[in-house]
Each structure stands twice: as C-alpha cells, then as structure tokens.
C-alpha cells in the first residue's frame, strides 16, 4: 500500500500555515500558530490521503523534514519562516551572525542593487547562514544565480531587526543596498 508522501505533507502544511489557512478552513492566530489537531482534522477533510493522517504523520514531517520548517509547542503548530501572511509576533528579534548571505537570480541582481532586498511576495526577507544554502536558494528560480553578502552586523548596529528562522536560515524586513555586495568569488 503506498504511505502518505511526507514531501506533498510538507508542501499542504507550508500552504496551511504560510499562505492559505483559509483554504482548509482554519484560521491562524496572531502569532501564526493553530491547534496541531485542527490541522490534522483540516488536512484530512480536505482528503487525497492514501489513508487518515494522524500526529505521528505532522510530526515526522516537523521532526525529519529538511529544512526545520515548523515548530510544535503547547500543542499548537506554526511555521518558523516563509509567510507570506501577515503574522504579528511570529518571530523574535535577535543578533544576526556578522555576515549572512542571499542567493538570487542575475535578472534582478539591478533593482536589487537599486531598492535593497525587499520581502516581495513574503513577509520578511529570507537570509542564509552560509553560501551553499544561498545557492540552494537562489537556483530554485533558475537563471544563472547570484550571491549577495550581507553585513550584518553593520547593519544591526544601524538598527535593523534580525530574526532567526531555522540553523541556516534569517529574516529581515528589508536590507538597503549599502548592506549588500556581490560575492564575485562565488557566483
Ligand atoms: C528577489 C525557501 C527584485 C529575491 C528558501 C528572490 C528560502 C528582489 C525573490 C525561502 C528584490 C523572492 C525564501 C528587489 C528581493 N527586486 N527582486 N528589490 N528583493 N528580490 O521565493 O529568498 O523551501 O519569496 O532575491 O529556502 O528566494 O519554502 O524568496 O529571488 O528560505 O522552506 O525576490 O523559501 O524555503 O523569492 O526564498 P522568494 P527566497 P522553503
């Protein structure tokens, strides 16, 4: 008998609690969190399960899943980073590692230049701890990628708030321009 495919779990969980809680008909509270029972009742009347997901499914994907998506406390269940929702008191501001990394696509490499690294169809902007993961990042939109280096302490001591979305991954509002450089060595 084919299992539950925790990749397509992942993705209805990210769309759940990043994007569309509506769309399974549950609303998130104000720190983007909802009862872990309520997304395994929404998933599961929404149907295309090979069988009844129960806790051990959401928690294999929270537990095993690649990229520390999710967080599970209190019983209730939110997504780390990623919204594009807004979500008031999802994320705590803390001190950002010195320099951070984004990966991107040369066709936008100008306006990013221009206007800064803006969270465009997120809520924050998705920073990397190191430049493999930027990669990762930047060549899920194809075209030839490119590496920004942050600097973010400079920036933080300017007073621009940092959070911390999962081991590899950090969240900004926006990063002006004067904080960004093109890591020519590693493009
Ligand atoms: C670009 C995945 C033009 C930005 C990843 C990026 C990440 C600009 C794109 C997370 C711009 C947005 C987020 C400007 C930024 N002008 N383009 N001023 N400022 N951009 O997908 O950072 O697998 O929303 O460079 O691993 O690529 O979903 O953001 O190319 O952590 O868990 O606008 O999504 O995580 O694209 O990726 P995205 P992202 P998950």
Known sequence: MVDVNYTSLSKAMSKALRHRPERIGIAL?????????TLI?????RGGWPRML???DIMQVVEHGSKQRFAVENGRIRARYGHSIPVREAYDRSEPPAVLYHG???VRLESIMREGLQPMGRQKVHLSTDVPTAHQVGARHGGQTVILTIDASRAARDGI???CGNDSTWL???IPACYLAIDRDND
Request: net charge negative; glycine share 4%; no cysteine.
């Open 172 to 174: 900004a509002d926006h």
């Open 104 to 106: 991107t696509t040369k």
């Open 41 to 45: 009742d929404a998933l599961n009347s």
């Open 29 to 37: 509270a104000s720190d983007g969190s909802v009862e872990l029972q």
């Open 54 to 56: 129960d806790e051990d």
């Open 161 to 163: 708030a940092f959070y």
